[in-house]
């Protein structure tokens, strides 16, 4: 394959201190209940108010005594109503009120007064006179308390900062995070935001999400880490009106804070640094999933307010067939046992129907153990000579069979060596098979299983528990296979990421065999969740779905990809509830909408529901799972984000960006 030219711009230089700019503001933890920050003896400087003061730990804090009263006037989608407003509200009132303007998720600018002196009676009435008639009394903050082990406390109206003296990062319950600390209250509750270096954030994020121990592909990661920060430029200022960004959450983003660590995410975040994706100068909404089930999904369908040009579905694969060329002619079906005896008869020499000794000596030929090939009358006695040509024993502390059949069986299944028992005797093709396993078990042939990968020189192979692709020789003895089903192939196709499995002799291989499966060459094949089954009883179904006389439950719609996006639920009554989206996931408390249901009777009369399912999550943006698959077969990171998000170009933010970050 000719070298790729560079379409991404080079990287930021990492942050030299957590506290750099770019910073962002992390929801941690929100509670009625106090919060405590548990390192003993540690220093604190608490900043409120102007002033500053040092406590020690552990801290604890808390909602103290309610602030003032506030009215809310409007909510404005420009700031030129806003200003105006605010100028006929202090106009009015004068230096008697306190007017703050906040901005919302909904990109609106909220407006609330509250009296420092000469609170009204009736606030509402008299807002009403000004010309605001829609004015109400919202909840009142209470003040953030922050009490030190020696009863020392720092009280609040607004916000507090927390800044921990050391370098070792700050505990926040049972886990801990670089950068400083903000207390502030909403309403009763407490709120314990983490303000931080972005780079420094991801460093927590990125593991958590797509853990380099389970995906220790470098790409994948960069991949992943692209649209994580993607994703938190996008939603920055999202709750300004409770002074954060984001949460820790998947609501949000997981956040993990420093445990979550690791030397490969974390390199994935120094070599993208500042790099995000963007569509038309804007960073993306750029959702991901964990499993796709083989392909993504618009983001319209799902999540109506959501739609983007960029989140539409694609298949999560690379549409780039892999030639592969047999030596063989495309032949039959034929069984495991069979498939077996041709590539023994093929490494040992031997002619269809040779002779069980003839075999045996073979084996002794390859294994140098030279005896008297014993008188063999039955399977059992073969399957002795068989070991003993090979010189394979039981390992010490186990004991096997004394029949022959049954001890090379037992130490087949005990070495995961495929062989079946001999149905036929000592007749057809389970002498030979019999022997191949026996070379297996003596380490004269080797088996391993990998995926297709593309090669400079055409086709490779990625060992499972490599870390890097083989070529292929070509042609190569060419098998492909339907469960226990094998048949020989002239050539084939593959995608990236198929399964193949490679029987070795030496240096030479002398069967490749295509795996064969339901998406066998899918990116994200190989995630433990891309199918799923759950069950459901009758009256389950009445309790999720709020119809407590269900009869009928029926699929109104399906996505392009399969996805159920519509769902009505019937009753006796006539009652009639409908979901659409995601929200059917939701209603069904079920891993994804991609699935298929059958409504079953139990002998005992009960009737349940049986989903058949696939994929994890919402199934929209970047697949995790995928992107692992995509990476391995050969794909950089810029290629897997332009595959999940369509239309998209990676730029060093902010000075790539052409339309400001929310």
């Avoid at 209250?185 to 780079?199: C, D, S």
């Avoid at 990116?523 to 999720?544: H, I, N, T």
């Avoid at 159920?564 to 409908?578: C, H, P």
Wanted: aromatic share 8%; net charge negative.
């Amino acid at each position: 394959m000719p070298a790729r030219v560079p379409t991404v711009p080079p990287p930021a230089t990492m942050p030299a201190d957590d506290m750099d700019p770019p910073l962002v503001r992390v929801l941690l933890t929100r509670s009625s209940d106090p919060v405590e920050l548990p390192q003993p003896g540690r220093a604190y400087r608490v900043t409120a108010d102007a002033g500053s003061t040092w406590l020690w730990g552990p801290l604890k804090l808390s909602v103290g005594a309610t602030g003032p009263r506030w009215w809310q006037v409007g909510a404005y989608s420009d700031a030129d109503t806003a200003a105006a407003a605010t100028r006929r509200i202090q106009q009015a009132l004068g230096p008697n009120v306190r007017i703050v303007q906040e901005s919302t998720a909904a990109r609106l600018t909220r407006l609330r007064v509250s009296w420092t002196v000469g609170e009204p009676a009736d606030a509402i009435l008299e807002l009403a006179a000004l010309g605001f008639p829609g004015a109400f009394r919202v909840a009142a903050s209470g003040v953030v308390r922050i009490e030190g082990v020696d009863g020392q406390t720092v009280a609040s109206a607004g916000e507090a900062t927390i800044e921990p003296a050391g370098e070792w990062p700050v505990a926040v319950g049972g886990r801990r995070y670089r950068g400083i600390l903000v207390a502030r209250t909403v309403g009763n509750e407490v709120l314990v935001i983490n303000l931080l270096n972005l780079e420094r954030y991801l460093q927590g994020v990125v593991p958590a999400e797509m853990g380099p121990a389970q995906f220790p592909e470098v790409d994948a990661l960069k991949a992943q880490t692209v649209a994580a920060r993607t994703y938190a430029v996008a939603h920055l200022g999202d709750h300004a009106d409770e002074g954060w960004d984001l949460c820790d959450t998947p609501a949000c983003q997981v956040y993990y804070g420093v445990g979550a660590e690791h030397r490969l995410s974390n390199r994935a975040i120094e070599e993208t640094a500042g790099l995000v994706a963007v569509f038309e100068g804007a960073p993306i909404d750029a959702m991901y999933t964990s499993t796709c089930g083989g392909h993504t999904e618009d983001a319209s369908l799902l999540f109506s307010g959501r739609a983007q040009p960029y989140l539409i579905g694609v298949p999560c694969a690379w549409e780039r067939p892999i030639p592969l060329v047999g030596t063989f002619a495309e032949g039959p079906w034929v069984t495991t046992v069979q498939f077996s005896a041709e590539v023994a008869r093929d490494v040992l020499g031997l002619a269809p129907g040779a002779f069980p000794s003839e075999i045996v000596e073979r084996l002794q030929d390859i294994s140098g153990n030279r005896t008297p090939v014993p008188v063999i009358t039955d399977a059992a006695a073969f399957a002795g000579a068989v070991l003993a040509a090979v010189g394979v024993e039981p390992p010490p502390g186990i004991a096997p069979p004394a029949d022959g059949v049954d001890r090379l069986l037992f130490l087949t299944d005990l070495y995961a060596v495929p062989l079946e028992p001999p149905m036929e005797g000592l007749g057809g093709a389970w002498p030979a098979a019999a022997a191949l396993a026996a070379l297996e078990l003596s380490g004269n042939i080797t088996r391993d299983t990998g995926e297709a990968v593309p090669r400079a020189g055409g086709a490779g192979i990625f060992p499972r528990r490599a870390d890097h692709g083989e070529d292929l020789p070509s042609p190569l003895p060419l098998w492909e296979r339907w469960s226990g089903g094998h048949r020989s192939l002239a050539a084939t196709e593959v995608l990236p990421g198929t399964l193949l499995e490679r029987l070795r002799y030496g240096d030479r291989v002398v069967a490749l065999t295509v795996r064969q499966s339901g998406g066998g060459g899918e990116a994200d094949r190989r995630s433990a969740w891309r199918g799923w089954v759950r069950e459901k009883s009758w009256p389950e179904l009445q309790r999720s779905l709020g119809v407590a006389d269900l009869e009928r439950l029926t699929v109104t719609a399906r996505s392009p990809s399969g996805r159920v996006i519509g769902l009505e639920a019937v009753g006796r009554s006539g009652t009639v509830k409908e979901w659409t989206g995601f929200g059917v996931r939701q209603a069904l408390e079920l891993p994804e909408t991609l699935f298929s249901m059958n409504l079953r009777t139990t002998p005992d009369g009960e009737r349940r529901v049986h989903f058949l399912g696939r994929g994890w999550g919402h199934g929209v943006g970047l697949c995790q799972n995928g992107a692992y698959g995509l990476a391995r077969s050969g794909m950089e990171f810029d290629q897997i984000l332009k595959h999940y998000y369509s239309g998209i170009r990676i730029v060093r933010w902010p000075d790539g960006a052409v339309a400001a970050a929310r």
